[in-house]
């Protein structure tokens, strides 16, 4: 077992931890510069979120992590 297992965060706590407006953050994964989420189950997605964290610390970046 990992000693820092990756979680998953609903949208408003990526909105939170972001600052981004919801329009925003789906403009930014339809263009690939933030972070795609991932379904999980038939109503409910959520994002990893040491992707989040990766993009916090380099929202210019080009290059996102899978």
Do not use: I
Request: net charge positive; aromatic share 8%; with cysteine.
């Amino acid at each position: 077992m990992s000693a820092n297992p990756d979680r998953f965060l609903r949208l408003n706590a990526v909105l939170a931890q972001t600052g981004l407006r919801r329009s925003t953050l789906y403009r930014k994964m339809a263009n690939g510069t933030f972070p795609t989420n991932v379904q999980l189950s038939t109503r409910c997605v959520g994002w990893r979120a040491s992707a989040v964290d990766e993009w916090m610390r380099n929202p210019t970046s080009d290059h996102l992590a899978e």
